[in-house]
């Protein structure tokens, strides 16, 4: 599956499971206390998901290396509540309860890391599939697929889940929701309608939704969210990191699927990861050193020059990168840019553009394939002082 297709597909995913807010589903409910229903969860011994080799190699400007290992926290102050985007190849216009290669592979490009700061919780949950969506694209529908209730199923099972993780694992603590894509969209409802203004809500250390255009009103720090407000500083709690990344040099076309809100009376949100005050702030990026989601293409990057490429899952780069909110011809997003020096040995680009089967960039989804990754250090980092700023306040 080429890149362009794989973005393309999640958003017309993150777009349905919006669209289905009032449908009736007829699927039968999932039993969430059973561990198979579950990629991560902190009592799962066998076959936990977040349990993988997160290693990675800095490379220095300079060129020079370093090993950097990681270890989660398993008493870890707070929790993690994850929903993954759209990523299953399963037959049909839902996926099974059953874990492939492309759900293990999207948790360790955008989950595990966090382990280091909360305990981590991932349902399964049955999702409208990347077949039913091509399927879709290309005029043939998969049967089944335009009924409301098959639109529906996913966010019911992440509620569900939701409600099981409340009523039987936080016991009063703090948690975090992460979301990316078709799981930002479903955590988007979820928050909206479960936790917004209800008891829930006092649970919540922050949401971060990548991704998406969570719309807020201008000049405000709240919208859809009415009493949720982006997040300003890492020390902030109850508040929404949400952004869609974008090139400096290849920003949002006309055409752009991110970056604008529904009504001329918002914008999208963009709180950046790199510098929640507002300006420019280095990322600490994590780039996968080999598919960052099933269906990707691996990356070809040759990290240092006259150097044999590191084998270690990921790659840091740091001082490479730097990003900032922007608003610029009636989008808003967040602008990457790279701070090639190409007098050094490391590289001075990096991947993660959706390109097409013809080799052509596609503009309008800009980095959104790594939108996780770019700023996963620095996520990872914020979690861990918004932790230490709710249990200072609790």
């Not at 608003?327 to 790279?338: A, I, Q, W």
Request: aromatic letters at 6%.
């Amino acid at each position: 599956m080429s890149r362009k297709m794989l973005a393309a597909l999640g958003m017309s995913a993150f777009a349905m499971v919006c669209s289905g807010a009032h449908a009736q589903t007829a699927y039968p409910k999932n039993d969430y206390s059973k561990p198979e229903a579950w990629l991560c969860r902190p009592d799962k011994t066998a076959g936990n998901a977040c349990n993988i080799d997160l290693t990675t190699t800095v490379v220095k400007a300079d060129g020079s290396e370093i090993v950097e290992a990681f270890k989660a926290d398993p008493k870890a102050p707070i929790d993690c509540f994850y929903v993954y985007p759209t990523v299953s190849n399963d037959p049909g216009a839902v996926s099974d309860m059953n874990p492939g290669p492309e759900e293990l592979n999207v948790v360790k490009a955008q989950l595990a890391r966090f382990g280091a700061k909360c305990k981590i919780y991932a349902p399964l949950y049955r999702q409208f599939t990347l077949t039913a969506l091509r399927a879709g694209i290309a005029g043939k529908p998969v049967p089944g697929s335009t009924d409301p209730a098959v639109r529906q199923v996913g966010y019911n099972d992440v509620v569900d889940a939701w409600n099981y993780y409340l009523a039987h694992d936080n016991k009063g603590r703090g948690v975090v929701l992460i979301g990316h894509s078709q799981g930002s969209g479903v955590l988007t409802r979820v928050i909206q309608q479960e936790i917004d203004g209800k008891p829930a809500q006092a649970k919540i250390v922050s949401a971060i939704l990548m991704g998406t255009r969570l719309p807020i009103d201008k000049g405000k720090d709240t919208g859809l969210f009415k009493n949720i407000p982006l997040c300003k500083s890492p020390s902030q709690t109850g508040c929404v990191i949400a952004y869609a990344s974008f090139r400096d040099t290849i920003p949002p076309p006309a055409n752009s699927r991110f970056g604008k809100a529904p009504s001329e009376t918002q914008v999208a949100a963009c709180a950046n990861p790199a510098n929640l005050a507002g300006g420019r702030g280095e990322l600490h990026a994590y780039l996968s050193n080999s598919a960052p989601i099933s269906g990707a293409s691996a990356p070809k990057t040759v990290w240092a020059k006259g150097k044999p490429n590191p084998t270690t899952p990921f790659i840091s780069v740091p001082g490479l990168l730097s990003a900032q909110c922007v608003e610029k011809n009636g989008f808003s997003y967040l602008e990457v840019h790279v701070n090639a020096v190409p007098s050094d040995p490391r590289t001075d680009t990096i991947e993660g553009d959706v390109v097409g089967p013809d080799g052509k960039i596609s503009e309008d989804w800009g980095l959104h394939l790594i939108d996780a990754n770019l700023a996963m250090g620095n996520l990872v980092d914020i979690v861990g002082a918004e932790s230490k700023a709710w249990l200072a306040n609790k």
